[in-house]
């Protein structure tokens, strides 16, 4: 877990409990952003294994399975036009508070009671019932012929005699079919205060919304009509999962709006860094050289003493010191250098254009850097334009097909477009040039594992535990391959190991995300929830900003019912996301989370009915 992985926006960690087939809220549990490959977060590093024992891997859309839980295929248009008819039709069935009574005869419009507001009153409670079923059937006589003001005035006659919400809703069809969005929601939505579970009504309420760009009122209405159906519509499940999409996106670029371009969590930069071979620093730029602190390469030298630090400070430092390096006009056979590190801290920032700007620059200096082509790769990436990753990749090979950098980062590539075969190609050839760099051996397991070739992973990781017995990383991660298998004890022991040589080797910038992963374990194996809170806990004093930790966090209140505190956690979640892709994805979890909260407010009902169908009576999945 602690690899630089490529992952799409990263699916929070989950814990999974049985639920109904085709459940809205397993849906909802298990969504994930549709933006395929938006995200080469080489340090962003998603859960090899969940804690249901899933692995969760990016499926470049076109190619193979969905991945477990992603959003369904774009419907057809036939299904498309399905869902707008379904939409408009009149209801044809009575009100389910009522018996069904025969249908009633269409009467010529001669014969077809006069009403007004005038009138009505003197009429008795039978004449009334007779005169709004006779009006509401040539109503809908009067729709079938697509004469829409002519069923708008006899169904508002039948209203007149009989607040019914069929007649209503009836109504708001005709202003569907007419684009009057606002006639159709305060038609709906009277039709829902006489019966608020009238799912026909909160279906066309939801689509009105949806249509003025209300997607959080949509959501809900979306929302509420699934928990009636018990889940069975899986055209309103959809429609959730569209609308939280839409609602996540717009706050999402809110917040990308007023975002604060700083730096992730130090776990997230050390992850990011590591995925380099470690060089020596330029000769010149030696921590024991006499260089001025006013001058370019006396900034450099500063910004790679706070990089060796591995911590929050450290990293702020470097920022820092990249930043200052180039105010100054003497940065000679280090300038190439210089564009290349204020560009590193500007991608980890979240600030791609200019990252990019500098890493162009970088190349332009001096095309030798090989490692400016390969970081501008994974910016072309994260931004989806896979076609100048490639060619990055390429230019970079032209320089210098022996650096075993290109190989591991193409392979990187290759895992995101489920290229796997081609991903493995490269990560032996770059450990054929380096054997000594862990993560290249450490991701050829994990692509194995993903191919299916479950023995060939396992050697390979046992191989590393022999070979690179003192780095945290192997055990890590040969942890999370052995909870996909439900070795618990096994699992639970390498996060052990990861977490012990990491308070030795890395006391002041220790890696948590062994911790975060023995949480997971110990919940899925013993359901222990309140030890695996606590070593989420622990994981966020090492370090607050730790995006996986704090989305963990949000998903283990979530399964304990503790549903407001879990909205907290995931809405921080959102704040500490990097990319356009990770914000959605972790506010679509948080807006499903939200959706909940005010279904059991406005809806009591609902929330028991829910209640009901979760397994063992719990809260939302």
Not at 9 to 24: D, H, T
Not at 150 to 171: E, H, T
Not at 280 to 288: F, K
Request: glycine residues 6%; proline residues 5%; charged residues 30%.
């Amino acid at each position: 877990m602690s690899l630089p992985i490529p992952r799409e926006p990263r699916p929070i960690p989950l814990v999974e409990i049985p639920a109904p087939p085709s459940s809205l809220w397993d849906r909802l549990s298990t969504w994930a952003s549709e933006h395929k490959g938006v995200v080469y977060t080489i340090a962003g590093v998603t859960l090899v294994v969940s804690a249901a024992g899933t692995i969760y891997y990016l499926s470049d859309s076109g190619k193979g399975a969905s991945t477990p839980g992603s959003p369904p295929k774009r419907k057809s248009k036939k299904d498309r036009k399905k869902a707008k008819k379904e939409a408009e039709e009149p209801a044809k069935e009575e009100p389910k508070t009522e018996a069904k009574k025969p249908s009633v005869a269409v009467e010529s419009e001669d014969d077809l009671p006069q009403v007004d507001e005038s009138t009505v009153g003197a009429l008795s409670v039978e004449e009334r019932k007779d005169y709004a079923a006779k009006l509401k059937a040539a109503g809908n006589k009067a729709y079938g012929i697509k004469d829409y003001n002519k069923a708008i005035d006899l169904y508002g006659k039948a209203i007149l005699c009989k607040q019914d919400p069929v007649f209503y809703s009836n109504r708001a069809a005709c202003w569907n079919a007419m684009s009057d969005w606002d006639k159709v929601i305060e038609d709906t939505t009277a039709a829902i205060n006489l019966d608020n579970e009238y799912v026909k009504a909160l279906n066309r309420r939801a689509n009105a919304y949806e249509q003025v760009e209300r997607f959080s009122e949509a959501l809900l209405d979306y929302t509420a009509s699934c928990i009636i159906d018990g889940f069975r519509n899986d055209q309103s499940a959809q429609s959730v999962e569209r609308l939280l999409k839409k609602v996540a996106e717009a706050k999402g670029r809110a917040i990308l709006e007023g975002k604060e371009k700083k730096l992730p969590s130090p776990t997230f930069v050390t992850n990011y860094l590591q995925s380099f071979r470690p060089k020596p620093p330029p000769a010149g730029l030696e921590e024991d050289e006499q260089l001025a602190v006013d001058s370019g390469p006396g900034q450099l030298r500063i910004g790679l003493i706070g990089l060796s630090k591995k911590t929050a400070e450290g990293y702020a430092d470097a920022a820092d010191a990249f930043d200052e390096a180039l105010t100054y006009e003497d940065n000679g056979e280090y300038e190439a250098f210089a564009y290349n590190m204020r560009g590193t801290f500007r991608y980890l920032k979240g600030d791609n254009q200019d990252a990019l700007a500098d890493l162009t620059k970088s190349v332009e200096l001096d095309p030798s850097l090989t490692q400016s082509f390969i970081k501008r790769a994974s910016m072309h990436l994260e931004l989806g334009n896979r076609d100048a990753a490639a060619q990055d990749f390429e230019q970079a090979m032209e320089q210098n097909k022996e650096d075993p950098d290109i190989y591991y980062h193409r392979a990187q590539l290759h895992f995101i477009l489920s290229e796997f075969a081609e991903a493995a190609k490269d990560y032996q050839k770059s450990i054929d040039l380096d054997k000594d760099f862990i993560f290249s051996h450490i991701q050829l397991g994990v692509t194995q594992y993903k191919m299916g070739s479950i023995a060939s992973s396992m050697a390979t990781f046992r191989r590393c535990m022999k070979n690179f017995d003192k780095v945290p990383d192997v055990y890590n991660y040969y942890g999370e391959l052995l909870l996909d298998q439900q070795k618990y004890q096994e699992a639970i022991e390498k996060f052990d190991t990861a977490v012990d040589m990491e308070k030795a080797t890395k006391p002041l910038g220790m890696n948590v995300l062994p911790l975060i992963n023995k949480a997971l374990a110990l919940f899925q194996w013993k359901q222990d929830f309140s030890e695996a809170e606590k070593l989420c806990q622990k994981a966020l004093i090492i370090d607050p900003e730790c995006d996986i930790a704090v989305a963990t966090m949000a998903q283990l209140l979530l399964q304990q019912g503790k549903v407001t505190d879990a909205l907290k956690y995931f809405e921080r979640a959102a704040e500490l996301s990097r990319t356009e892709g990770e914000i959605v994805n972790a506010l679509s979890y948080a807006e499903a989370t939200r959706t909940q909260l005010e279904v059991q407010e406005k809806y009591p009902q609902l929330a028991a009915k829910l209640h009901g169908m979760m397994p063992g009576g719990g809260g939302m999945r």
